[in-house]
């Protein structure tokens, strides 16, 4: 097994290699921070629980839904995501790490939780999702968990290939954004993004609005998978009026709204089919691989955290809120839309006034003083499991680490 000593090295928000130790160490710590649930059992037991499906379980929202899932709901079943395998040169992804540590978690804990790593918009892993849960759960799904976000998708069907692009609809957009130097200094300034064209808005929904989750459901309804009562939430965001150009009122903003209205639908066909519901989950802002890459929207997170400090809730807090609606621990409350609303915290008026008051002010002179900078660049770096503590940096890490075995 290879061992080496890691350094971060990175292209703005994008590392190159991820930090296996440091992974592993960011996964226990989203575990310790999930409170268990008042009445969890006192013994380990592998063949009780719900049966859920978490689409995207490797990172982000995802990767908590799966940790709370664990723990506030103790589920069994199945998780998958895509990730590439560590090779000579470079490591594994940074979710190839926190899979193998999930999954040690959920064996010590006695669940039997399967990852599997592949194309989930593809109908061979749909097909490898439908046997496993025939064979090995009791042929009968109780709960999905859909949080995808990719660049590109092919429809099954046709073939086509997809690409989802960031951009405003209708007109340039200009904006502040955040970044930071080779040595750590944060630096604001403004970014144009050329407004969508052709069919990019088209594009866009057929990669990340509702099309692959509908077809998840009708694959699984297919082969009479589907468990009375059964329960699926897809995860989007809605966010503030600072960044609704570029996201809500973008490309990304019409596939979350198809997402939602996908929701709609697949929530009367399941109550009619199995009694069950469809509803979208919107969570509030996080330091995620994909909501770094987004323009203007570092600088809104660190300007939150600013002004809410410990009280941005973290991601893992918010997942166990989902699960607790999802499973009746807690009642479900949804909004005019049919929407669970995890992201009130963020969106009140006097949260969002003070935000946009710090927005106005802030350059790269006044920007350490207005924005949780420090905790942002600390947040981007685990997410590669850099600057995570309690990690010796300076020691060498085994990187040539499994993917975890589910045939036993």
Known sequence: MSERVLAP????????????AGCRQLVADMWQACPAPSNAPAGVQVD?????????????YGLAATLAGLKRAGIRGIAVSFE??????????AGWYRTAATA???????RDLVFLNGDAFSDSMKDQVADLIEQRFGGRLDYLIYSVAAPRRT???????????????????????????????????????????????????????????????????????????????????????????LYRQGTIGAAKAHLEAT??????????????????????????????????????????RGVLGEGLVPPIDQLAALWDQLTGAAPLVLDEEGRIRLDTFELTDDVQAAVAERWESATTATIAELADVEWFRAEVRRLYGFSVPGIDYGA???TDIPWPDHTS
């Open 84 to 93: 590439k395998a560590p090779t000579v040169r470079r490591t594994a992804t």
């Open 9 to 20: 090295r990175n292209r703005g928000f994008l590392f190159l290699d991820s930090h296996p």
């Open 396 to 398: 060498p890490v085994a």
């Open 263 to 304: 929701a709609r639908t697949l929530n009367e066909r399941l109550d009619r089919l199995v009694g069950g519901r469809a509803v979208t989950s919107v969570n509030g802002a996080a330091v995620t691989q994909s909501s770094t890459a987004i323009p203007g929207i570092a600088l809104y997170t660190g300007l939150l």
């Open 104 to 110: 040690d978690i959920a064996r010590a804990t006695g």
């Open 155 to 245: 429809d099954p069907d046709t073939g086509a290939a997809y690409a989802s692009v960031l951009k405003p609809i209708g007109r340039t957009n200009r904006t502040k954004t955040l970044t930071f130097d080779d040595e750590g200094v944060p630096d604001v300034r403004e970014v144009e993004t050329k407004p969508a064209e052709g069919d990019d808005v088209q594009q866009t929904v057929a990669v990340m609005g509702g099309a692959d989750w509908e077809r998840w459901i009708d694959h699984l309804a297919g082969r009479g998978l589907l468990a009375d009562r059964f329960a699926t939430a897809a995860l989007s965001y809605i966010g503030s009026s600072l960044t609704a150009a």
């Open 48 to 60: 009780d629980g719900p049966v859920a499906l978490i689409i995207g379980s490797s990172a982000g």
